[in-house]
């Protein structure tokens, strides 16, 4: 069985930093790609950012996020990082990693395993 668990979240001003951590179990961690994703109240679950599973050479990251935050990986580590730089209060949000058997995805539906998801709160 695969498990992911999240840490790192909490609260923070705008223009502060915080670096979310995803550390997995189960199955190879390298074979997965791993992505962040967020759903902040009342909206829907969104694409943050993806990591390719061939050693993480790959990043994907959404527009809103782009320049501000970065993925990456350690597969000597099973864990998946998300640095999140230059916070805004819009990044407000309940963030999740998650694991999928395909190279990467922006797309929620193609990731087979989540975490239980880790609180951002930024204050203006």
């Known amino acids: 069985q695969v498990q992911l668990v999240e840490s790192g979240g909490g609260l923070v001003q705008a223009g502060g930093s915080l670096r979310l951590s995803c550390v997995v179990s189960g199955r190879t961690f390298s074979s997965y790609g791993m992505g962040w994703f967020r759903q902040a109240p009342g909206k829907e679950r969104e694409f943050v950012a993806a990591v390719t599973w061939n050693g993480g050479r790959s990043t994907y990251y959404a527009d809103s996020v782009k320049g501000r935050f970065t993925i990456s990986r350690d597969n000597a580590k099973n864990t998946v990082y998300l640095q999140m730089n230059s916070l805004k209060s819009d990044d407000t949000a309940v963030y999740y990693c998650?694991?999928?058997?395909?190279?990467?995805?922006?797309?929620?539906?193609?990731?087979?395993?989540w975490g239980q998801g880790t609180q951002v709160t930024v204050s203006s």
């Open positions: 998650a694991a999928t058997m395909e190279p990467y995805s922006t797309q929620g539906f193609r990731y087979h395993y």
